[in-house]
């Protein structure tokens, strides 16, 4: 994939940043996001992650069904321009449903949890973090599978304030959905 552009007049133009536009012509079969107007190749899920994920899915599933807000897995949330993500797991409340539309999310969600692997642990715990802290994401999880933990973060006054690291036999307890909570012995079995 080509990152930058040429100008015919003067010879190479700098490093130009992509745009939303850009990354929706990339081919369907294939993973990408798009990080400060770059697109990044993302590799396929792992059985462990996919399996965290229908659970974590399944337990979400009690939000929608009380009429709170709606989940959504691997959609496009476009955050600016330049920044498009695919987190493993999504959810907008109600209140602020009208950031969804027919091909995507339109700003920031109100949780987003990634489930980490080693080819995308650095841009999870670094990179995305900042970002999802700069556009509004009330609340981040990291779930990691071989570690079998799942920390929670809380956008404040300061950024990201870490509630609480959770591990296999805890019981999770969401900070910005009320009475929201997960045995992790369910997740990480």
Same mark, same amino acid.
């Given at each position: 994939?080509?990152?930058?552009?040429?100008?015919?007049?003067?010879?190479?133009?700098?490093?130009?940043?992509?745009?939303?536009?850009?990354?929706?012509?990339?081919?369907?079969?294939?993973?990408?996001?798009?990080?400060?107007?770059?697109?990044?190749?993302?590799?396929?899920?792992?059985?462990?992650?996919?399996?965290?994920?229908?659970?974590?899915?399944?337990?979400?599933?009690?939000?929608?069904?009380?009429?709170?807000?709606?989940?959504?897995?691997?959609?496009?949330?476009?955050?600016?321009?330049? *920044?498009?993500?695919?987190?493993?797991?999504?959810?907008?409340?109600?209140?602020?449903?009208?950031?969804?539309?027919?091909? *995507?999310?339109?700003?920031?969600?109100?949780?987003?949890?990634?489930?980490?692997?080693?080819?995308?642990?650095g841009l999870d715990e670094v990179t995305k973090r900042e970002l999802y802290e700069r556009y509004g994401v009330k609340e981040y999880w990291l779930a990691d599978p071989e570690a079998q933990t799942v920390t929670?973060?809380?956008?404040?006054? *300061?950024?990201?304030?870490?509630?609480?690291?959770?591990?296999?036999?805890?019981?999770?307890?969401?900070?910005?959905?009320?009475?929201?909570?997960?045995?992790? *012995?369910?997740?990480?079995?």
């Open positions: 994939m080509v990152t930058t552009r040429q100008r015919s007049d003067t010879g190479p133009d700098p490093k130009t940043k992509l745009t939303y536009e850009d990354y929706a012509k990339t081919p369907d079969d294939e993973r990408w996001e798009l990080i400060d107007g770059e697109l990044i190749p993302m590799a396929s899920p792992t059985v462990p992650h996919q399996r965290i994920d229908a659970r974590l899915g399944a337990e979400f599933s009690t939000l929608v069904k009380q009429g709170l807000g709606e989940v959504f897995h691997s959609i496009d949330v476009v955050l600016s321009p330049h *920044n498009t993500f695919r987190p493993d797991l999504i959810f907008v409340s109600s209140e602020r449903a009208g950031i969804i539309t027919h091909a *995507n999310i339109q700003g920031a969600p109100d949780l987003v949890v990634e489930i980490r692997s080693p080819s995308t642990a929670v973060l809380l956008l404040g006054e *300061n950024g990201y304030e870490t509630v609480g690291i959770y591990v296999k036999g805890d019981t999770l307890t969401s900070p910005t959905l009320e009475g929201f909570i997960i045995d992790l *012995n369910e997740i990480f079995a």
